[in-house]
């Protein structure tokens, strides 16, 4: 049974850095596709980074030089450090496994097969 628990969310103000964490159990994690995902109220969830299985990554442009997503197979665990955090950076943040290698459209949701609870991030002025 896949389970991914993500932690590290909080409350910072505009500026600030937080480091997400995503544990992973009953997953080959090293070999595929894992993703951060973010949802912000009245609004769809979105890819915010991607790690591939040999370790390359994408990100979605309004991250990109802000956020690193990275992963540490020994501990099975994922990352998302988040540097120069904004207002607009506030969100449910979701931890995310696919079962393949990353798709192209590594940003849809709908490509991922199992999903963390969340971890709420919130960057105040």
């Known amino acids: 049974q896949v389970q991914l628990v993500e932690s590290g969310g909080g409350s910072v103000q505009a500026g600030g850095s937080l480091r997400l964490s995503c544990a992973a159990s009953g997953y080959t994690f090293s070999r595929f596709c894992m993703g951060w995902f973010r949802q912000a109220p009245g609004k769809e969830r979105e890819g915010v980074a991607a790690?591939?299985?040999?370790?390359?990554?994408s990100y979605a442009d309004s991250v990109k030089s802000r956020f690193t997503i990275s992963k540490d197979n020994a501990d099975n665990t994922l990352y998302l450090q988040m540097n120069s955090l904004q207002p607009e950076d506030t969100a449910m943040y979701y931890c995310a496994a696919d079962r393949g290698f990353c798709a192209r459209e590594w940003y849809i949701a709908r490509y991922y097969d199992y999903w963390g609870q969340g971890t709420q991030v919130t960057v105040s002025s």
């Open positions: 790690i591939y299985g040999d370790g390359g990554a």
